[in-house]
């Protein structure tokens, strides 16, 4: 015959804090898989930020040094990328020691700066990227 003290089992108390333990666990899993999806879209988004901002230096600089100019794209008026806003500015190098100014006898050297914003998948932040470069006349 088995005595009442010899059979092992797990009490109430033991079962209970082995749920919890289980259940916190698996909520933490949970939880990291919508954060993964929002920190690649927000990966995704600044790729593509990067890659516009990286077109329009490309098509400053196959201008000529006298048609370089600033622009303003707004959300919407970029093609095939309506969640992204451009903004672009010239300035020139003035040789009295002000550095770069936006309003400033030209020297031969300007200076470019794109900034492609875009706004959070949900809408309520706006981020950036700004790309910086000098050229100089030819």
């Not at 196959?62 to 303003?72: A, E, H, P, Q, V």
Request: glycine residues 8%; neutral net charge; aromatic residues 8%.
């Amino acid at each position: 015959m088995i005595s009442r003290q010899s059979v092992k089992s797990f009490t109430l108390i033991e079962l209970l804090i082995a749920i919890f333990i289980l259940t916190v666990g698996i909520v933490g899993i949970l939880y990291m898989f919508p954060m993964g999806t929002r920190i690649g879209k927000f990966a995704q988004m600044a790729s593509v930020a990067t890659q516009l901002g990286q077109a329009k230096m490309e098509e400053i600089i196959s201008k000529s040094y006298d048609d370089i100019s600033s622009s303003t794209e707004a959300y919407g008026e970029i093609p095939d990328f309506e969640a992204y806003k451009r903004v672009t500015i010239v300035s020139c190098f003035d040789s009295n020691g002000s550095g770069l100014t936006p309003d400033c006898p030209d020297t031969g050297i300007k200076k470019i700066e794109v900034n492609v914003s875009w706004k959070s998948p949900l809408g309520v932040t706006e981020k950036n990227i700004n790309l910086t470069s000098l050229i100089a006349q030819r």
